[in-house]
Nanobody, 124 residues
Framework: QVQLVESGGGLVQAGVSLRLSCAASGRSFSSYCMGWFRQAPGKEREFVAAISRSGTSRRYTESVKGRFTISRDNAKNTVYLQMNSLKPEDTAVYYC?????????????????WGQGTQVTVSS
């Protein structure tokens, strides 16, 4: 079992940066692929970024490439999402998730554990 707690969301203006954190408790954090997803009002939850167990492989959805960076610190059981040049369309609840797989997973249905989410609101 893995418990995930996100933090770092907030209300910001377009163009600024935010860093989200997701602290994991439980066993074997380094055994999990970690992902970030987001859900805007009235829309389905969508993939944002994922990182492999060791942190050497990453993948991103096209709309955030070059602006967002996912990273992890296995010693601290934490995964991060650095978000730069934020846009109003990035407004959503952001969730972190853990998948017990060696694959860098972009499919939300493959994730086993989810956090409660943190709100990010970007004003224009």
């Amino acid at each position: 079992q893995v418990q995930l707690v996100e933090s770092g969301g907030g209300l910001v203006q377009a163009g600024v940066s935010l860093r989200l954190s997701c602290a994991a408790s439980g066993r074997s954090f380094s055994s999990y692929c970690m992902g970030w997803f987001r859900q805007a009002p009235g829309k389905e939850r969508e993939f944002v970024a994922a990182i492999s167990r060791s942190g050497t492989s990453r993948r991103y959805t096209e709309s955030v490439k070059g602006r967002f960076t996912i990273s992890r610190d296995n010693a601290k059981n934490t995964v991060y999402l650095q978000m730069n040049s934020l846009k109003p369309e990035d407004t959503a609840v952001y969730y972190c998730a853990a998948a017990n797989t060696a694959v860098v997973l972009g499919d939300r249905y493959g994730y086993d554990f989810w956090g409660q989410g943190t709100q990010v609101t970007v004003s224009s």
